[in-house]
């Protein structure tokens, strides 16, 4: 299979892979040559494939995955190489920046709400 992962930044990995293990919201999955096609959104973890016997390792942010044929496109706001126990505490970092950025999406609803009922509030007293 051909793996491809995309960034904002641009390519971040392109080369061939006969297996490919990711996390989406359901569990784990396996991806080998023969597998259905299928599209699904990645949860941030680890993502490993296997190439000749060689394993690697990546921390990957929250993202889509979709395999089509032979080819395998990741497209993840964040991607990063390494050993298993620097990638876990890497993980946790981008899941920690997922929460924040969470509050502060919340926090600018809320704000806009308010703004939009204070509207509606001025536009009835006239």
Same mark, same amino acid.
């Given at each position: 299979m051909k793996l491809k992962i995309l960034l904002p930044s641009g390519v971040f990995?392109?080369?061939? &892979?006969?297996k490919i293990v990711a996390e989406c919201k359901r569990g784990g999955f396996c991806l080998l040559p023969n597998h259905i096609d299928m599209a699904t959104a990645l949860s941030a973890g680890i993502l490993t494939?296997?190439?000749? +016997?060689?394993?690697t390792? =990546? &921390?990957?942010?929250?993202?889509? =995955?979709?395999?089509? +044929?032979?080819?395998v496109r990741i497209s993840s706001r964040a991607a990063v190489e +390494?050993?298993?126990g620097k990638l876990?505490?890497?993980?946790?970092?981008m899941l920690d920046d997922a929460s924040e950025a969470e509050? &502060? &999406?919340r926090t600018t609803v809320a704000k806009l709400e308010a703004g939009f009922v204070r509207s509606l509030i001025e536009v009835e007293t006239l």
């Open positions: 990995l392109d080369c061939e &892979a006969d494939y296997f190439h000749q +016997g060689k394993e390792n =990546l &921390a990957v942010d929250t993202g889509v =995955l979709i395999k089509k +044929g032979d080819l +390494g050993e298993i876990e505490s890497e993980v946790d970092h509050k &502060a &999406a």
